[in-house]
């Protein structure tokens, strides 16, 4: 990919994957699209993805009718960096819910992503001659030719896809456990890098399927999943004691059994005589201690507790979301303190980026049984708040709507009285009419949804403070 100080259009196409929805889907401010809503583009679009589509066949050589696309325009490294990060991102947690369901159809191959720059050469192009780069899942680069129209090396995908194009519907995104996870509930329930630790597990997980676009060994596939047990498991820059700190883990998250102590420990061996270069490598089939005969391959019972171990971990943490003993050892006034700075220093009330730092987690994490920030700060931290909370009113709800919400916000923002008390009700009719947009609208983007928990849990929380005796 060029790297320009101007910006590129650049052109994301998903071959083999169909996400049905006839408004698109909003993934990281990028809008995803089926091909048969093309027709709305600007012609510069629709023109260069019509060529590159021609670009990808199937399997047994036939022209692919049906994928899903976006674009956006790129200038500079950190916006290549934060595009590929967000493809990856999404793809990976596709790949992985349908992958993890190892009954299911879907490949490695469905969910691959090409990024194509359109340069000036490809801007200059004519009906003789075309060339396009593409990269394959922000990586690998393919060169392409199309010459009198026809062109000259399309990509094959390595596998047989079946279905062409994977379909999922809006539903089926919607309600997809793994994308909540990690996109609408994120930042409650994760504490520092931990979801990307858990996507770096997940990565490997899926690597065990497809190795860069051709087959996998399998033993490179079992040493995916065992690298993806080490990513999930065992704690950061630890170098000592690799198949103790598995087991354990193991044990702990799902309970101890001799049958899983002895399963691992054959898994172990396979994993050494591989990584080791025995000659004779360990069978692949699991045989129990006291068996003569494999039963299982090792791949799949890896791959299905490696699932398990992974769903556990979420619902431990979507099910004790910050109410652990952090949620005790976290005053109210550091938290109202740590947003206040970050608050300050946000001049532009840039919403999304606000979403990126910790100011959203750390005001859905007031408690109403901490006293400790003072009623004179919970006063004045609102006033600072308020602001961004009426700039999304302002931008993404209908003038009806907001109408009432801006003007309880202003009476907020404008109260000079003495008696706090009076101000506890003001925020009380406020919460109360803030739930129309807090809990009805769930189709924006997921900081603005972010943003709105934040506030809603604030306007509880100063109601309670204001009215409290202490101070």
């Not at 100063?462 to 009215?467: K, N, S």
Request: with cysteine.
């Amino acid at each position: 990919m060029e790297k320009r100080t101007n910006k590129n259009l650049v052109i994301v196409i998903f071959p083999y994957l169909l996400l049905y929805s006839k408004e698109g889907i909003e993934i990281n401010g990028l809008k995803i699209k089926p091909y048969f809503i093309l027709e709305n583009e600007k012609e510069e679009v629709k023109k260069h993805l019509l060529d590159i589509a021609k670009l990808f066949r199937t399997r047994i050589d036939q022209p692919i009718l049906e994928y899903s696309y976006t674009f956006t325009e790129i200038s500079n490294p950190e916006e290549w960096k934060g595009l590929k990060d967000a493809l990856d991102k999404f793809t990976t947690i596709l790949r992985f819910s349908q992958l993890s369901d190892l009954k299911n159809y879907g490949k490695f191959d469905h969910f691959n992503y090409f990024v194509f720059e359109i340069t000036d050469e490809q801007l200059r192009a004519n009906d003789e001659f075309a060339y396009y780069q593409g990269i394959l899942n922000g990586e690998h680069p393919f060169h392409f030719d199309i010459i009198e129209k026809e062109v000259r090396h399309p990509y094959i995908p390595s596998a047989e896809l079946y279905p062409v194009p994977f379909i999922l519907t809006a539903e089926d995104i919607e309600k997809n456990d793994y994308l909540k996870t990690f996109y609408i509930h994120k930042n409650f329930i994760f504490k520092d890098d931990e979801d990307r630790k858990i996507l770096r597990a997940m990565e490997w997980f899926n690597r065990s399927f497809l190795h860069h676009g051709r087959p996998v060994d399998l033993s490179e596939a079992l040493l995916d999943v065992h690298i993806a047990f080490e990513a999930l498991l065992r704690p950061e820059d630890e170098e000592k004691g690799v198949k103790a700190q598995i087991k354990t883990a193991l044990l702990n998250l799902l309970g101890y059994s001799e049958a899983l102590v002895q399963w691992y420990d054959e898994f172990w061996k396979l994993r050494n005589s591989i990584v080791h270069g025995d000659i004779e490598t360990k069978p692949f089939l699991y045989t129990q201690p006291g068996s003569k005969k494999g039963h299982k391959h090792h791949l799949y019972l890896a791959r299905k507790i490696f699932v398990q171990c992974l769903n556990t971990i979420l619902q431990i943490r979507s099910n004790f979301p910050l109410l652990e003993i952090e949620g005790e050892l976290i005053s109210n006034a550091f938290r109202i303190n740590e947003s206040s700075k970050l608050l300050k220093g946000q001049k532009d009330y840039d919403l999304e980026k606000l979403y990126k730092g910790k100011v959203f987690k750390f005001i859905s994490s007031l408690r109403t049984d901490d006293p400790s920030a003072s009623k004179i700060q919970t006063k004045e931290f609102g006033e600072l708040f308020l602001p961004f909370v009426k700039k999304d009113l302002e931008e993404n709800e209908k003038q009806d709507i907001k109408k009432n919400l801006l003007e309880a916000i202003d009476k907020i923002l404008q109260w000079q009285g003495n008696n706090l008390r009076d101000l506890a009700l003001l925020y009380s009719k406020l919460q109360e009419s803030y739930g129309s947009v807090y809990f009805i609208r769930k189709d924006l983007p997921i900081y603005i949804l972010a943003l709105r928990g934040a506030a809603y849990n604030f306007f509880n929380f100063a109601t309670w403070r204001l009215l409290t005796v202490f101070d």
